[in-house]
């Protein structure tokens, strides 16, 4: 089992900045990666950005490239998200897979609101 609870969601204007944490515990050694997902009302949910366990590689979303940075600090990944628009307005998760590289994600956090005002 891994828990992971999520912080650092708020409100802010656009072109602002928000860093999201999810810290990760309980057995966190067979953890493959951690992402972040988000969904905005009446939308489904998406992914955003993850970054392995082990060896720090990333992936993101291109709509956010060049915005957002993941990152991971012992037991804690961050989301930094820079330039942030009203369309990032949403419920921002974080996720462990630990089922190797098929990256499906199978604990997840409770979510974190994320609200970018024009």
């Known amino acids: 089992q891994v828990q992971l609870v999520e912080s650092g969601g708020g409100l802010v204007q656009a072109g602002g900045s928000l860093r999201l944490s999810c810290a990760a515990s309980?057995?966190?050694?067979?953890?493959?990666?951690i992402g972040w997902f988000r969904q905005a009302p009446g939308k489904e949910r998406e992914f955003v950005a993850d970054?392995?366990?082990?060896?720090?590689r990333t992936n993101y979303a291109d709509s956010v490239k060049g915005r957002f940075t993941i990152s991971r600090a012992f037991e804690t990944v961050y989301l930094q998200m820079n330039g942030l628009k009203p369309e990032d307005t949403a419920v921002y998760y974080c996720?462990?897979?630990?089922?190797?590289?098929?990256?499906?994600?199978?604990?997840w956090g409770q979510g974190t609101q994320v609200t970018v005002s024009s």
């Open positions: 970054i392995r366990w082990r060896g720090s």
């Open positions: 996720a462990a897979s630990t089922q190797g590289p098929t990256y499906k994600y199978d604990y």
């Open positions: 309980g057995y966190t050694f067979n953890t493959y990666a």
